[in-house]
């Protein structure tokens, strides 16, 4: 059995990328941010301790210690969102060029499937017109003649005339067997 941490990784709507990669991004770009939150929360911790210990010396110095880790935390965040504040425009471009470049790749999907509804269109009205041509001159050439039967299929027409003189009441008169009896025998 394999064991898996229930990661959750629903990509995001902008990005496509789940929250853990999202979240090592980040860390990435401003590593001094989550430092200082855990420091923040660690000291919050050990302050939370002492008070329960009674020990009033110890948890005030935690308190200061967590008051400064937070201040600390803050001001990477301002200095962070500073530093990439710079880089933005090189995003926002390579944004815009992504964006370009699926817009393009969707019009000309667009394109290519409208050429091939066109071309099954066409397609459809040539088999229709032809179909139409060859029904119409079968029928046209029988009629002529003063037949009204159709004889589109000499050979199969032989075969229905054999075979309907050879049914005897059953429904399967036009079935042949594969080692060449027939159904009504």
Known sequence: MSTSRAVPTTPS?????SYQEKAWR???EQPLVPIGTL????ALIMATVKMRRGDSQSLNNWLRVR??????????VCAGTYALGSTV???TKQTK?????QAHREARAGRDRKEFEDRLKAAERQWNET???LSGRDSNTNIAKGDSTSKTLPSVQGQVSQSASSRSGTSWWWFK??????SSS
């Open 97 to 101: 060029q992504l964006d370009e470049i």
């Open 177 to 182: 067997w594969p080692w060449g009896g027939s």
């Open 26 to 28: 980040k860390f990435k």
């Open 39 to 42: 420091v923040t929360c660690g």
């Open 67 to 76: 008051v400064i880790a937070q201040g600390a935390t803050i001001a990477a």
């Open 13 to 17: 709507l902008h990005t496509g990328e």
């Open 89 to 91: 425009g090189e995003e």
């Open 131 to 133: 179909e139409g041509i």
